[in-house]
T-cell receptor
């Protein structure tokens, strides 16, 4: 069964450093998302991406965040200058259409120290 | 924006009994309601979803009901098994208009007692 793949599974970074979280969505999917989950809390929307552009972003997704789909298979989330409060589990998700379920990856645990 | 509330936050049921988790949403434009199961250290796994033009959907031991007038939807798990123990999240979304994000509830930790 196809699945969304995320790397790395765990990343530790120093405050102020840049990090890139990587995702390989399911190959025929057209809608791509990043969500985050702070430990013990609910999953929060960050950004959606369709037709090679951002379709919506949340208030969390400020100028420190960016997304790219550089080669038609990978989907990356970059945080330019990490803060302690960026520590969370980051999930990539994708779907083939508006009306099919969004499938989530296993997540990247980001720890900012 | 959309707000989704979920109850209860924790639920313990005897193996074999049924479990019900309830969610309410605020935006009457929401038209898609998935449920996710999250096991420790893993990503949310889609278990069932329902569109606003349907009142009920069933898949083996899992069913979801939707009341659009009252803006609430519920997950029903029958004949619970130990492997049903997990955190369950409901979500709501407006689909088909370019705004596809999911707004999640706060989660229900379901424990099945053997």
């Amino acid at each position: 069964e196809p699945e969304v793949t995320q790397t790395p599974s765990h990343q530790v970074t120093q405050m102020g450093q840049e990090v890139i979280l990587r995702c390989v969505p399911i190959s025929n999917h057209l809608y791509f998302y990043w969500y985050r989950q702070i430990l013990g809390q609910k999953v929060e929307f960050l950004v959606s991406f369709y037709n090679n552009e951002i379709s919506e972003k949340s208030e969390i997704f400020d100028d420190q965040f960016s997304v790219e789909r550089p080669d038609g298979s990978n989907f990356t989330l970059k945080i330019r200058s990490t803060k302690l409060e960026d520590s969370a589990m980051y999930f990539c998700a994708s779907s083939v259409s508006s009306w099919t379920g969004d499938l989530f990856g296993q997540g990247t645990r980001l720890t900012v120290v | 924006g959309e707000n989704v509330e979920q109850h209860p936050s924790t639920l313990s049921v005897q193996e074999g009994d049924s479990a019900v988790i309830k969610c309410t949403y605020s935006d009457s434009a929401s038209n898609y309601f998935p449920w996710y199961k999250q096991e420790l250290g893993k990503g949310p796994q889609l278990i069932i979803d329902i569109r606003s033009n349907v009142g009920e959907k069933k898949d083996q031991r899992i069913a979801v009901t939707l009341n659009k007038t009252a803006k609430h939807f519920s997950l029903h798990i029958t004949e619970t098994q130990p492997e049903d123990s997990a955190v369950y999240f409901c979500a709501a979304s407006i689909r088909g208009f370019g705004n596809e994000k999911l707004t999640f509830g706060t989660g229900t930790r379901l424990t099945i007692i053997p």
